[in-house]
């Protein structure tokens, strides 16, 4: 596929919310839903990123600690940040198990540097960013030769169907690996 260099510029990948740009003194509802929608909305779209809904179900299924006051603090941000980026492969209840170890060491008088943690994950988001890139090429170049087989009529529909059945299968393998390590890390604490 020509044009997989465009998908990629498309997609808008890099977009994090850095340490930085996380204030720190405590935000409302409304102001860390649009610290969200100013960073990860997409143009021309109504969906929204983050909604006062969704941000009492990550409360409710205890994937917060809890709020005071009705503020958020700089550490509620940066696990709604982790939520964020984990709902798209994990459930809710997957997603609890994953950061309840994190959520407890927080609260534990700061056994953990949260920051230190979510600075780590925004680095391994850039480096995966990175092997994603080269993975795509390398996919599309996979298809390519496969295409060789492939009368022209059809060759377009063949390729973008072989690449899309190409990126779901390796989501679905990197989503194995890591409903795996819930399963580890659950167990380790039973």
Do not use: C
Request: proline share 2%; net charge negative; aromatic share 6%.
């Amino acid at each position: 596929m020509n044009n997989i260099n465009e998908i990629i510029e498309q997609l808008e990948l890099d977009k994090k919310i850095t340490l930085e740009e996380i204030p720190n003194l405590d935000l409302y509802m409304d102001q860390v839903i649009q610290l969200f929608d100013n960073k990860f909305s997409k143009p021309n779209s109504d969906e929204k990123v983050l909604t006062k809904t969704m941000i009492n179900n990550y409360s409710k299924a205890k994937l917060l600690f809890p709020i005071k006051n009705k503020k958020y603090t700089k550490n509620h941000i940066i696990l709604i940040s982790l939520i964020y980026h984990l709902k798209g492969a994990l459930s809710i209840n997957d997603i609890n198990k994953t950061l309840n170890g994190l959520n407890q060491r927080v609260l534990e008088n700061n056994q953990i540097n949260i920051d230190d943690v979510y600075n780590s994950f925004l680095h391994l988001n850039e480096l995966s960013l990175e092997k994603f890139k080269n993975d795509l090429q390398q996919s599309s170049e996979s298809v390519n030769q496969e295409l060789d087989r492939i009368d022209d009529e059809s060759k377009e529909y063949v390729e973008k169907l072989l690449l899309i059945t190409s990126f779901i299968n390796m989501s679905n393998l990197y989503r194995s690996a890591a409903e795996k390590l819930i399963t580890e890390m659950i167990e380790k604490r039973n």
